[in-house]
């Protein structure tokens, strides 16, 4: 019986853990090299990893102007879809709400995601390699349209924000939903700052289903028995 019991509970602590699986990420570049305000401009490049396995190798959007980051500094990160986000991602939870002011004033902490996914979606669809004037330009833009919506504060340098902002959110209101978007935010919450990844090569969560199933299956199979065993000594 206790070794039944043991193993129902290491299962369940395993599904929990699973739940909250972690991710080793590592910013390795600078994009392009855009720089605006005396800071790099998203999007950044770098890997995601899961158990000593890459999982994707790519553009990173920061969506967090306030907290740093550094190049070759691995750290870790849960991952969360942004077209369903709650209490896991950074902004918007307890421990660091969301402005009351600003561009994100009265939308909810879904739709900001949504928003700021809708942008890291347009940004990425530049043509990034080599960009003229005007390209930089624009991902200058939007790159501080994603911060200015989280950090309650209009901080692009040449105020060219408020448009992509309008269109963000227009775009939610008009139904769009994230779900192209993976949301990486770090653990501890201010270990590193907090990245989007569109159309992930691998999505981290899909690794976990087979690990997921087998602890599913052999918690049921606990449960299962310390029930039976119970009902045969009460009768």
């Known amino acids: 019986m206790r070794q039944i019991g043991n193993l129902c509970i290491a299962g ?3 599904i929990a853990s699973a739940g ?3 991710y080793n990420m590592e910013l390795t ?3 392009d090299g855009v720089v605006a305000d005396g800071v790099y401009v998203s999007p950044y490049v770098g890997t995601i990893s899961q158990a000593g396995k890459t999982v994707y190798t790519g553009y990173m959007i920061c969506d967090d102007f306030l907290t740093e980051s550094y190049l070759d500094t691995p750290w870790n990160a849960t991952e969360t879809n942004a077209g369903a986000v709650g209490s896991s991602v950074k902004f918007g939870s307890s421990s660091d709400p969301l402005p009351k002011t600003g561009p994100s004033a009265g939308y909810t902490q879904q739709q900001d995601y949504d928003a700021v ?9 530049l043509p990034l390699s080599n960009p003229s004037p005007a390209v ?3 991902q200058t833009d939007i790159a501080f349209a994603i911060w200015d919506i989280f950090d ?3 901080t692009n340098p040449d105020g060219g924000t408020l448009t992509w902002i309008n269109a963000a959110f227009a775009a939610v209101k008009g139904g769009y939903v994230a779900n192209n978007v993976e949301v990486f935010t770090a653990s501890p919450l201010n ?6 990844v569109v159309n992930p090569s691998v999505k981290a969560s899909e690794a976990s289903t087979p690990v997921l199933l087998g602890i ?5 199979f606990g449960l299962f028995l310390i029930f039976a065993r119970r009902r045969r000594a009460s009768a």
């Open 12 to 14: 369940i602590f395993a």
């Open 20 to 22: 909250f699986a972690q």
């Open 152 to 154: 309650g504060a209009t």
């Open 136 to 138: 930089k330009l624009e």
């Open 191 to 196: 270990a590193s700052q907090e990245f989007l």
């Open 216 to 220: 599913d299956l052999i918690t049921f």
């Open 29 to 31: 570049g600078v994009g």
């Open 117 to 125: 996914a809708w942008l890291a979606n347009q940004l990425v669809d």
